[in-house]
């Protein structure tokens, strides 16, 4: 907040330039000067802390702080982004990692100490805010400040002398000044002229904007609600809390009260660079729908892409994320299924070699776990092994291992669909080796120790949906948007006073003084009041200036 | 119209000239600004003699006026063509980065590549338009050192072939707020050029005051402008570009909430331009701050310029985050 010569009025007027700070304080700056060092009593302390609080340099601090303090989000992993990644920082530094989650280093954005800086920061700009919103009311309603007695003292005055009468040279000059946008008050031979109020109209917009920016996320923190779900094509998801595979919901949000709409991933498109220096590269992922906004509300076919959500009813969703979910069916030692699905697979490079586990807790002598990974186009490399060498499946392949024992599912605890618990379960060997098979498309394997057989069916593709919606986000945008007008109001315009004053010499003609401030973060005085100053000396009648006055504006 | 089999190779070509001609000119402000010093001098030490035959000889009346003049003259030819030669490069630039953007059938600001040969752009475009309002041709060196080091940097390390953009960046939101960046980027550079001067004209206005020798670097800079008016410079320039990069923020932050479903989430990317957004506004509260105008709200400018290019270049290639792909 922008109240340098107003709260700091006693160091922040005398440290101006010259003849500009005496101004500021003669006439600017209308906030009455704080008594010398507060006695102990309370009342003093409240308004010692009100005074720091609101003084500028505070604030100035107080922001310095603010960047400081969200440096060290960027640099350690933080939860909110991505907590796998904070989960790995703590394997990697076990003694050290303890000691930053104290200090919430892994939540830097949610933490004490960083709120402690922007709530510090809303009381000092709400502090400037107000004050100055009053001040500013006032002086909007207020005359022009009355023209100083010594206008010669005001560095750029200029004077001249005119036969015009002096009531002619005021009705000219005020002709001139209201052309130029300028509010224009006469005061006995004085004229006083200003103009530029928008200038902190958007000053003041700008701050009371970023309030609402604030307000907008808290509104967010509340009532906003975000979850994410994995849908392989030819199933539907729901919008229910239990459909979810994660869910977020604000503080004061029901989760019961989803909207209730519906939608199946009939088709999933993925299309890379076959060629040239970005092969590999995304080029196209389409999701194709179908969804309902209610049960009872007509299918509707659509196509979510990155980029371009699907809005169903109330909340977003995103296309975020995709995969492949290879299918697999295993038969007994008769030959019976006792399992067939399609298993979704996590990728783990860009070129989406993906791993993943398959349960089949029934049917076969022990329960029977395959640790897999899927090769969307597998080459076996001679150093490295199996590897994808491109993210589509031209050429898929499972890689796999076999585990029989207990999975643990009967323990009721929940576990990953992607990990398997292997501390009851022993990997199956062949030939003394460890049991390892690699299947393309419609190829069987017969697993050893009479678990049966496993076929490597195909594959699916699986698209990751967020879905979301914030009511504060609409608040933010319009409140960025109001700061943003702000910001450039107070930036662009100047405020600019002007004094004039026509004073008869007896002998039939007038005396003319000129003199103008801008008050602005000094930019000094543009070359427009050399300019103005001109034009009234011509509009009054007086000789045209000399052009000492321009060549003086160096810029 | 050209095939992109063509028009991807002639701006690369186009890029490469446009180097050599802002290198070129980057010497020439370089030498004029070290001419310049004699003639700033020659200037001041006329002053006096010309208050004094003002009266009687209107121009060119003393000794003095004249051989200030001359030298001034010297140097000003230099600088001139200085000024020819960017505005040339300039042109070879432009050229180069719209044959790009056709090539690619798409705006040319989808990796690293495009980024740094942008903001060179934008920087070398900004301070033509400043050029063409009043004379900061002693921002030159400062403003080009940066250019041609961008330029060099995009053209050898991230240089990346011209091609299509991956999903997350084929929206419309990326010529709007990949622009309002790269033409911020601009303007900073430009303000930082401006600052670092003001920072050395004033440790030498600082050192004569306390009647000792200001050092050669700072005494060619006070010899090439007032501390003040650089301070000017500095700060009209961020006054600019500051409410663009607020704009450019915004725009992210709305893309990100179409990509990504939300409009902000820390991202390292997000956080950097925070932190440079709360330091140029730092700076400007600073400028109306009893005790910190002057050099200590330039320092913060210098601060906040450096949080900028880290975010543009460092964020990108030290820290993973959304934005990695470029």
């Known amino acids: ?555 | 119209m050209l095939a992109p089999d063509l028009l991807a190779p002639l701006s690369d070509r186009l890029m490469v000239s446009a180097t050599g001609v802002y290198a070129i000119a980057l010497v020439g402000y370089a030498a004029q600004a070290a001419y310049g010093v004699r003639g700033r001098v020659g200037r001041t030490l006329a002053v006096p003699v010309g208050v004094g035959v003002a009266g009687e000889a209107p121009a060119g009346g003393s000794g003095e006026v004249a051989v200030g003049t001359v030298r001034r003259g010297k140097a000003d030819v230099v600088g001139r063509a200085a000024v020819a030669l960017t505005l040339l490069g300039f042109a070879l630039h432009l050229t180069a980065t719209v044959a790009r953007g056709l090539a690619a059938g798409r705006a040319p600001w989808g990796n690293l590549y495009e980024f740094a040969t942008g903001s060179a752009l934008a920087t070398v475009g900004v301070f033509l338009v400043l050029l063409a309002r009043r004379d900061v041709r002693h921002l030159g060196t400062l403003v080009l050192l940066p250019v041609v080091l961008a330029m060099g940097l995009a053209l050898t390390v991230f240089y990346a072939p011209s091609g299509p953009l991956i999903p997350a960046l084929n929206s419309s939101w990326l010529a709007i707020h990949v622009t309002a960046a790269v033409v911020s980027s601009g303007i900073f550079t430009v303000a930082t050029a401006a600052t670092v001067l003001y920072l050395f004209a004033d440790a030498a206005d600082r050192r004569v005051r306390a009647g000792r020798r200001p050092g050669t670097l700072s005494g060619i800079a006070r010899g090439l402008a007032s501390p003040e008016a650089l301070d000017r410079t500095a700060y009209r320039t961020v006054a600019f570009g500051f409410p663009l990069w607020t704009f450019a923020v915004i725009a992210g932050a709305i893309w990100a909430e179409a990509a990504w479903s939300r409009y902000w989430g820390w991202d390292p990317k997000e956080t950097w331009a925070f932190i440079t957004w709360v330091l140029y506004a730092g700076y400007l509260h600073a400028r109306a701050t009893a005790g910190w105008r002057g050099r200590a709200a330039a320092w913060i400018a210098l601060a906040a310029f450096a949080a900028f290019l880290f975010n543009l270049f460092g964020v990108n290639i030290w820290i993973s985050g959304l934005h990695s792909y470029a």
């Open chain 1, 1 to 555: 907040m922008a109240t340098g010569t107003d709260t700091g009025a006693p160091t922040g007027a005398t440290t101006g330039t010259g003849a500009l700070a005496g101004a500021h304080r003669a006439g600017l700056d209308t906030r009455p000067e704080e008594p010398r060092p507060p006695g102990l009593g309370p009342l003093g302390w409240a308004r010692w802390a009100r005074r720091l609080l609101t003084s500028m340099r505070t604030a100035l601090v107080l922001l310095l702080l603010l960047a400081l303090a969200a440096v060290p989000g960027s640099v350690l992993p933080q939860r909110a982004v991505n907590p796998v990644t904070v989960a790995e920082y703590f394997r990697a530094n076990p003694d050290l990692a303890p000691w930053l989650d104290r200090l919430s280093l892994f939540d830097v954005y949610r933490s004490p100490w960083f709120a402690a800086i922007y709530l510090l920061l809303v009381v000092s700009l709400l502090g400037c805010v107000v004050p100055r919103t009053r001040l500013h009311l006032r002086a909007l309603l207020a005359r022009p400040p009355v023209a100083p007695r010594q206008l010669s003292r005001l560095a750029g005055a200029d004077s001249w002398i005119t036969t015009a009468p002096a009531a002619d040279v005021l009705a000219a000059t005020r002709v001139e000044l209201r052309r130029r946008g300028f509010r224009v008050d006469r005061a006995g031979d004085a004229l006083a002229a200003e103009k530029g109020y928008l200038r902190e109209t958007g000053n003041l917009l700008f701050h009371a904007a970023l309030l609402g920016v604030l307000g907008g996320v808290v509104l967010g923190s509340l009532f906003a609600v975000k979850g994410s779900v994995l849908v392989e094509e030819g199933e539907g998801f729901a919008n229910t809390p239990v459909a979810y595979d994660e869910l977020t919901p604000g503080r004061l949000v029901d989760p019961s009260t989803l909207p209730p709409f519906a939608l199946t991933l009939d088709d999933f498109r993925a299309r890379f660079a076959e060629s040239g220096p970005q092969r590999g590269a995304a080029r196209e992922f389409a999701a194709d729908v179908t969804w309902r906004a209610t049960p009872d509300a007509p299918a509707r076919r659509t196509t979510i892409r990155v980029n371009h959500p699907l809005d169903a009813g109330g909340e977003t969703v995103y296309l975020i994320g995709h995969g492949y979910a290879p299918r697999f069916t295993v038969r007994n030692a008769e030959g019976e299924v006792v399992f067939a699905d399609a298993v979704p697979f996590l990728p783990q490079d860009g070129n989406f070699a993906s791993s993943g586990v398959v349960k089949v807790p029934d049917g076969l002598p022990q329960d029977l776990g395959i640790q897999a990974w899927f090769l969307p186009t597998a080459v076996v490399d001679p150093q490295r092994g199996p590897v994808s060498v491109f993210p589509d499946a031209k050429a898929p392949a499972v890689f796999l291992t076999a585990y029989a024992g207990d999975l643990g599912l009967d323990a009721g605890l929940p576990q990953s669909v992607y990990q398997l618990d292997t501390d009851r379960m022993r990997q199956l060997q062949e030939g003394g080796e460890p049991f390892r098979a690699r299947l393309v498309a419609g190829e069987v394997v017969t697993l050893p120790d009479g678990m049966g057989s496993l076929t490597f069916d195909g594959y699916l593709r699986w698209a990751n949906f967020r879905i979301a919606r914030d009511p504060g986000g609409p608040v933010v945008l319009g409140s960025a948007l109001l700061a943003l007008v702000g910001l450039g109001l107070s930036l662009a315009i100047r405020r600019r006073r002007v004094w004039l004053r026509a004073t008869p010499t007896g002998d039939g003609r007038t005396v003319v003084e000129a003199a103008g401030l801008t008050r602005a973060d000094s930019t000094g005085r543009g070359a427009d009041f050399t300019d103005l100053v001109a034009r009234l000396r011509t509009a009054t009648g007086g000789a045209p200036a000399a052009p000492v006055a321009a060549a003086a504006e160096e810029d």
